[in-house]
């Protein structure tokens, strides 16, 4: 057993910049998954949001047919049973509506009794797949990796997709994944249109030692000549483009070159699809397509901000304007101060980093630099400081 808690021990040691940048790591990677939201306001006023962090209470609803913002679930939810869903589109939060009984929500009271647009499914309740297991699956050896549908937003594991081999999976040589979006089997057959745009919009596996193509333009042609009614002579979409472009000219020529409506859906067996990246920059905007879109419930397909790169990128964006504001809050307060009390912080400052510089040198030097830092430690240095601190005055 000593020897066990020692390898842990051991096992635990990081230096200060490594230690550092691991907070740094987590703290980006929250701030992903939750879109730069600080979690001090609730998002009911904000409506039906594009794309959120979403939480099912458990306690409050253990039926698990309502979400919570960020905030709610920190504040109004705190210590419950809570389920994290990632992030869902289009959904407003629910906390403290009619299916939370007498439950109240602590930040907006005022709310209508349900949010009939909010759509749920068996994520609420903490099941997943077409197995419907939950995750983490505490019946599992090892934790697989799921891949979330962009049309149903369920999550799969790998060998629940349908595939013959999950080698059919588009990953490149070193195992990365190399497709922007999935779409179910169950989705699927809606799409069945995609089939009519040139097969480049769809991601394939890379396989050993065979020939890559060079040309990755969705555009490009398809056994020698572009679709029906697609010219490969085309325009790329702005890429920088915000939510749905304004229609013009080439938007209101359908690249389908056929009725979107009369294109039959569900009537084949359609697989898996993995999708290229930037592969909705290429859909369709025409009126008719636009139409079908909205009718299936997908319009947001074509809009730009409803990919989940959009929302990371929105993000850090929001990372970088914090930080920012930090450093701002910092150099303002130093302004504020007069020449003694600027010297004075300064100093402490500089005293602060000379009394950890020589504490990491002492380990580097000691007979066991691999000791884990204590609490001891850690008054020891305070204690030097405060020691100094009074020989000055």
Known sequence: MADAFEDEMEERVVTIDEYIEEVEAEELEADLVLG???GKECTYANGYMKRQAIFSCLTCVPQGNAGVCTACSLTCHDGHEMVELWTKRKFRCDCGNSKFGDFTCKLTSDKDSENINNKYN??????????????PDPEAEEQVEMIQCCICEDWFHEDHLGLNSVNEIPRDEEGEPIYEDFICQKCAPTFTFLKHYPSSIMSRPVLANAPQATDTNPNATVNGSAPEGYSSTDPKPDSNSKGKEPMNDEDAKCKLGKDINVI???SEITGTMFLSKK??????RCDTC???????????????EDTIAEYEKMAKEKRMEKLQQQEGAEMNFLNKLDHVQKIEVLSAISDMKDELRNFLASKQDSSDPSRPITSDDVRGIFDNLRKKKQRLL
């Open 36 to 38: 730069g939201d600080e």
């Open 122 to 135: 068996h994520n609420f309740k903490g099941s997943y797949c077409t197995c419907g297991r939950p995750y």
């Open 264 to 266: 039959p859906t569900g």
């Open 279 to 284: 592969w909705r920059e290429y859909l369709c």
């Open 290 to 304: 636009s139409t079908y879109y909205a009718k299936n419930g997908v319009e947001y397909l074509i809009d730009k």
